[in-house]
């Protein structure tokens, strides 16, 4: 993940005075429906190990396939194995809220969380006046009255108006003005309700947006229109749904269809899914089909026909830097006007679980590579978490330095009194002989 910001207001900035024990933490998720890179940042898990492998839910015995809202209200698709933050959170004894965040609707080992507000059917995402109202919520209610500890909240523009006209458009730029608006009034409610210094926030995203190359000098991604492929050979497939795309080919086909389209388009990748490179966890986790595809960035798979008609897309390799979101946090544990060095999704679980002091389930992520960002603490009461492993280290270290210097000290001063001793003892009889000595000459 990278520091990337797309103009948030400077004004956001938080004091850094702790006058709480307990400090409350609010996630801004800003961006789109991706379900997918949801469960990378609430559980810290890559996506093979956490199992949502797509916006869709998908059978390929049945052939059915659900659209990303009723994909929501599958729980087996999502409780597979991983826990989001906020079931941590209420098992630890916190409280925690989850507003229109993916996810939300769904059941997590017989447990939801249990102050949530799932998004409508038809929700506009691209008014103002619903974030406001949403923020009213979050701030005024959960955190002010009902004093919860944790919660999310979900916001799903620039994605929707960057797919429509493209990342560098007008309308874009706009809905990024609006997003900044919405920035400062969260801050402005968290002030209005003395939360200043008591609450932490991340504001983070899920990808990034690049333009999709087309016209009629370009060369487009149809399988179809590849030679040797047949969509006969296929029992089901996911494409059509932009960079990426999946096959399950049918049985006896599988290096048919393979041999056919690796190297079908200069801008095509294909893989089986058992040699995907390794650094895009995306090989081991059984619902990922046999065949996994990717274009270049600014190319889409279509299938048959070419029906894809966003103007701007991702799902392009994470290594391309329009594919880089953007973080930022604020708040009596970070530190001010601080950059700091890109980091993966999933190191943002363990930050949040550590600011909430609760213990993390197991998860792909680890706390050094964010906690640099943090304040240290300087007084902590009563929480053995917040003392870190090098710090227990030099204390210990210490300990011992000191307990042999008093060791040196006895063994020193011992051998320094044993020393003065003799040397008294000798000087006496010194004195005894001369006395003597005397007392022999006086008679005389």
């Known amino acids: 993940m990278s520091t990337q910001d797309i103009g948030f207001r400077q004004n956001l900035e938080l004091t850094n005075v702790r006058m709480h024990p307990l400090v409350f933490v609010l996630v801004m998720f800003i961006n789109c429906l991706t379900c997918i890179l949801y469960l990378c940042f609430s559980s810290g898990r890559y996506i093979e190990n956490h199992g949502v492998i797509h916006n869709i839910w998908f059978n390929t015995t ?211 899914k058992e040699e995907m490179p390794a650094r895009l966890h995306y090989s081991k986790h059984p619902r990922l089909l046999p065949i996994i595809l990717f274009a270049d960035p600014g190319y889409v798979i279509n299938g048959f026909l070419p029906v894809q008609f966003h103007k701007g897309e991702h799902g392009f390799d994470n290594e391309e830097m329009d594919m880089k979101p953007f973080f930022r946090a604020v708040g009596p544990d970070f530190k001010k006007n601080l950059v700091f060095a890109p980091f993966e999704t999933v190191h943002v679980y363990p930050l949040m679980c550590h600011l909430l002091g609760m213990k993390p389930e197991i998860n792909d992520g680890h706390l050094d590579d964010t906690k640099g960002m943090l304040v240290p603490k300087i007084n902590p009461e009563g929480d053995g978490n917040e003392m870190d492993t090098q710090f227990q280290v030099v204390i210990g270290l210490s300990a011992m330095a000191g307990f042999l210097v008093l060791v040196f000290i006895a063994t020193i001063s011992n051998a320094w009194c044993k020393r003065s001793r003799a040397q008294n003892s000798s000087k006496l009889e010194l004195t005894a002989g001369e006395e003597r000595k005397d007392m022999k000459q006086t008679s005389f």
């Open 62 to 272: 049945t052939q059915e396939k659900k659209q990303y809202y009723m994909t929501q209200f599958v729980d087996s698709y999502w409780d597979n194995g991983s826990l989001p933050i906020w079931i941590t959170a209420q098992r630890q004894g916190l409280k925690a809220g989850s507003l229109h965040f993916p996810g939300t609707a769904a059941t997590y080992r017989k447990e939801i969380v249990r102050v949530r507000q799932v998004e409508p059917r038809f929700f506009d995402h691209s008014n103002e006046t619903d974030w406001q109202l949403n923020i009213d919520k979050v701030v005024g209610e959960w955190f002010h009255q009902q004093d919860l500890d944790f919660v999310s909240l979900y916001f799903g523009e620039p994605d929707l108006v960057g797919h429509k006209y493209g990342p560098d458009s007008p309308e874009r730029k706009e809905m990024v003005k609006q997003v900044d608006r919405t920035v400062g009034y969260i801050r402005d409610k968290i002030q209005q309700h003395g939360l200043t210094d008591k609450l932490n926030i991340i504001i983070t995203a899920d990808h990034g947006m690049t333009t999709v190359k087309r016209g009629g000098t370009v060369n487009e991604i149809i399988l179809s229109k590849i030679p040797g492929f047949s969509f006969r050979d296929i029992k089901f497939h996911l494409v059509d749904y932009g960079p990426s795309g999946m096959l399950l080919p049918k049985e006896g086909k599988l290096e048919t269809v393979y041999q056919a389209l690796k190297g079908g388009h200069p801008h095509l990748h294909v893989y089986k």
